[in-house]
């Protein structure tokens, strides 16, 4: 068997492998613009296959993602695309690509390679840590949203499931409304008027959105992704799975904050990505519920029977996100996947890779096919 | 009649417009190298030049005879009405006898196995239409009544595949028995979105006393009342508003995650079971929120079928309502004569419709997925409308269907007109349409579908240069 960096001739293979084992249909196109933009120096692409007797039978990508602090733009790696063929299974193959994969990413300068997955066993043996686990939010227009949930998942349910489903989403819907009257949903739109403060539909993503990237990480600790225009552009425009709507929130002509939301193919909708910065915390509070209260009424308009966003820490950020939620009749569960971790020993950001109250993380690092 | 060199001119032009939309610049430049004669049989026979050579003049039955399938740039065209291979040496027939694709001669002369020139014709100059006289209770000619349909051929876009064929051609990619390959000559397929804006109020008298009568109606074949449409009595009462004016904004904010825009064709004036059921307060705030990138039309009142005057009252109301010049349009209930409507669009300003098509039916009813300036077979004038026949309607949509249709068209090229009322976009009283429109947005978006306003397309039609 030989543990190598995927070749060019090989994508449709490997993405062959995937959609066979996963049901899904996911094309070339759509492999490379996950995996094929970044390339290391000699234009291999930081992808690991094994392969056995010519055949493909396990696979490892990175997805080098920059993060910015207070103290500038550094590079990480996502980790994505794990699977072994279940016939090769405990024979660590997870972990001889890792080992080529460790290298590859101290070779490119990564400072830490992070992700979430179910898979923890794995993960833990390669190295890896479990710092935090994924919570949600979601608000519910319909019933039918917690159906709706594992429609996307592929599985149908029996009909007494349908039902007890169906009430359990009518109680949500019930819940949501009720949340709303109670935390006067309406009241960041007021506030955000009276201080002068427009939310807008963006059909491009504006190049203003590097500066909001930059000033939210001098104004909040901790580290978040680089929200520059390149990577949005890539990330939510040119997604080849679903495209983010974006909708900007400007104080005179200045951008202060930014949503990205999908309605995806089972009609749900997704908070793929939000971020705020103004004078203060309040007024970001207000801002966020603008930004999520718009998003929420269009989608509610484009069909969606709800709308979903992640919280992956306590980041302080992350709180003021979910009191903004709370207001526009979003519920915080707490129930998701695993954030998995590596940090390497030689990066000089440990204290804060190595403190996940510290990540500022959203869908946006999902792996794309619903923003 | 039309003589027939004049005839192949005006084709030939409509070639022209859709392989701007369709097909890259240089393919443009060299369709007008003089590749292509247009010439009797005979002469196209005799003629010893490497040209493709389309035979005029050869008649074609009204019923299409004898259709087969040929391999072609990965799908396959669909042709009927035989030519025979011309008699004398030097001819050959590709890619095999059984199911021809072309002549060719040792000369280079190339001919298409099929009767292109009258096929298309007939079909962009409405022959079934002139020639069977039978009309429903809306005067429009019927589905059942069409022979293409009866021949299992209304889905296929003869004219995109003879165009593709033509190109092939003339970049010398009918080379023998090899499938002809024209991939990197086409441009993404195009679609053309909108939205007849029939019903914005669900809680009209009209709209509700159908509502209450289909909840009726199954007690007359001893089944259970339709409890769906008694539920949305009130709801609609209620919220009125709710799956028809909101699902129009729901519709454009859908739109605009793929990138993609729309027009939306207002309904407005007389009103009635047949016309404008909301009044024009609310067919007037429609046109206010509907933000510039998108554009407004016009969807013609049941009762200015033919009436000049009733039609230049609506389209000037609609216009008073803000939406600037319209200059777009398709016609309620699909109420149109092709052998008359065309003037009437003409003089009223209209230079874009989408009006020809099949209620009940997605297919290509003049045989083509893109524009053409219709022809007065009479006269000889080509009127200055630019018609995109209506290819998918909502309820006929069909999964797999649709996305059969679409791929074929990125395979040979085209432009396909879809329509989506906002009252079948997401209105649980029609569960079986919710998540269609998305269906189909993602399907176009996945392979690749640029969307076109009809002010774009005349843009393109209009910026090329004369022949």
């Known amino acids: 068997m030989e543990v190598r960096l995927i070749q060019e001739s090989e994508i449709d293979e490997c993405n062959a492998m995937h959609n066979a084992y996963y049901g899904k249909n996911r094309t070339a196109a759509q492999w490379r613009w996950e995996f094929a933009r970044w390339r290391l120096p000699d234009g291999s692409i930081p992808y690991a296959i094994v392969q056995d007797a010519g055949r493909i039978v396990g696979t490892q990508a990175l997805i080098p993602i920059r993060f910015i602090d207070a103290d500038g733009v550094f590079l990480t790696a996502k980790s994505e695309d794990t699977l072994i063929d279940p016939g090769y299974r405990g024979k660590n193959l997870f972990g001889s690509m890792y080992e080529l994969l460790f290298r590859v990413a101290r070779e490119g300068g990564v400072q830490c390679i992070w992700g979430f997955t179910p898979a923890r066993g794995a993960f833990t043996k390669a190295g890896f840590d479990f710092p935090a686990d994924t919570s949600q939010l979601l608000l519910a227009f319909s019933p039918a949203c917690l159906l709706d949930n594992f429609t996307q998942q592929g599985s149908s349910q029996p009909p007494l499931k349908r039902v007890l489903y169906g009430a359990a989403g009518m109680a949500a819907v019930a819940g949501s409304a009720m949340q709303r009257i109670l935390q006067s949903s309406s009241k960041p739109q007021r506030e955000g008027a009276a201080a002068g403060i427009r939310v807008a539909a963006l059909d491009a993503v504006p190049e203003e959105v590097t500066d909001l990237s930059h000033r939210f990480a001098a104004r909040w600790p901790g580290i978040t992704i680089f929200r520059d225009a390149a990577f949005y552009r890539w990330r939510l425009r040119d997604n080849p799975h679903t495209p983010s709507s974006l909708l900007g929130a400007y104080a005179g002509g200045k951008l202060v904050g930014i949503v990205a939301f999908v309605l995806n193919r089972s009609g749900m909708g997704f908070i793929v990505d939000v971020i705020a910065c103004n004078a203060d915390e309040a007024l970001d509070r207000t801002v966020i519920g603008m930004l999520l209260g718009e998003a929420s009424t269009r989608l509610r308009t484009m069909g969606a029977s709800c709308v979903r966003a992640w919280s992956v820490s306590d980041h302080p950020f992350d709180q003021l996100v979910r009191q903004a939620a709370k207001t526009q009749g979003f519920f915080h569960l707490k129930r998701g996947h695993g954030v998995v971790r590596y940090t390497r020993d030689a990066t000089d950001r440990a204290a804060p890779l190595n403190d996940i109250r510290q990540w500022y993380v959203t869908r946006l690092y999902s792996e794309g096919t619903d923003g | ?467």
């Open chain 2, 1 to 467: 009649m039309v003589e027939p060199g004049r005839l192949a001119a005006w084709l030939h032009a409509q070639f022209r417009h859709n392989l701007a939309l369709g097909f890259t610049n240089e393919c443009v430049r060299r369709f007008e190298a003089n590749a292509i004669r247009y010439l009797p049989l005979a002469e196209a026979v005799a003629l010893r030049q490497p040209v493709v050579a389309v035979p005029t003049g050869v008649p074609a039955p009204l019923e299409p005879a004898g259709a087969w399938r040929v391999p072609f740039n990965g799908t396959s065209l669909t042709l009927w009405n035989r030519i025979a291979c011309p008699e004398g040496p030097g001819w050959s027939t590709f890619p095999v006898p059984d199911t021809p694709l072309f002549h060719r001669h040792e000369s280079g002369t190339l001919l298409p196995a099929w009767n292109l020139f009258a096929n298309l014709c007939d079909m962009l100059l409405f022959r079934e239409e002139r020639e069977l006289t039978k009309r429903d209770e809306h005067g429009r000619f019927p589905l059942a009544s069409s022979p293409r349909y009866k021949a299992g051929l209304l889905r296929v876009p003869a004219f995109n595949e003879a165009l593709a064929f033509l190109v092939a051609a003339i970049y010398e990619r009918c080379a023998g028995a090899s499938e002809p390959r024209i991939d990197d000559l086409l441009l993404p397929p195009k679609i053309v979105l909108s939205h007849d804006c029939d019903i914005l109020h669900g809680g009209d008298r009209i709209t509700q006393a159908i509502r209450l009568f289909n909840f009726l109606r199954p007690l007359t074949r001893a089944r259970a009342p339709n409890l769906r449409k008694l539920w949305h009595i009130p709801v609609n009462m209620v919220a009125p508003r709710r799956h028809y004016f909101d699902n129009a904004t729901g519709m454009l904010e859908l739109e605009r995650q793929y990138a993609y825009r729309s027009v939306f064709y207002i309904l407005n004036g007389t009103g009635g079971r047949f016309g404008a059921r909301g009044g024009p307060e609310i067919s007037g705030e429609l046109v206010r929120s509907i933000p510039g990138g998108w554009e407004v039309g016009m969807h013609y009142n049941y009762d200015t079928f033919g009436d000049s005057a009733r039609f230049l009252e609506q389209k000037a109301e609609i216009e008073g309502f803000g939406a600037g010049p319209v200059t777009s349009g398709r016609a309620h209930y699909l109420r149109f004569d092709p052998l008359q409507s065309f003037r009437l669009l003409q003089s009223s300003g209209i230079r874009f419709d989408e009006s020809v098509g099949y209620a009940e039916y997605a297919g290509y009813r003049c045989g083509i997925a893109g524009v053409f300036k219709p022809l007065d077979p009479a006269t000889g004038t080509v009127h200055d409308v630019l018609e995109l026949p209506m290819t998918f309607m909502d309820r006929t949509i069909e999964p797999g269907g649709f996305e059969a249709m679409v791929k074929h068209i990125r395979r040979v090229g085209g432009t396909l007109s879809i329509l989506y009322h906002p009252g079948t976009f997401h209105n649980t009283e029609e569960p079986e349409l919710v998540g269609g429109y998305h269906a189909a947005l993602r399907y176009c978006h996945g392979i690749g579908a640029e969307s076109l306003l009809p002010r774009e397309v005349l843009r393109v039609v209009d910026g090329m240069a004369p022949a």
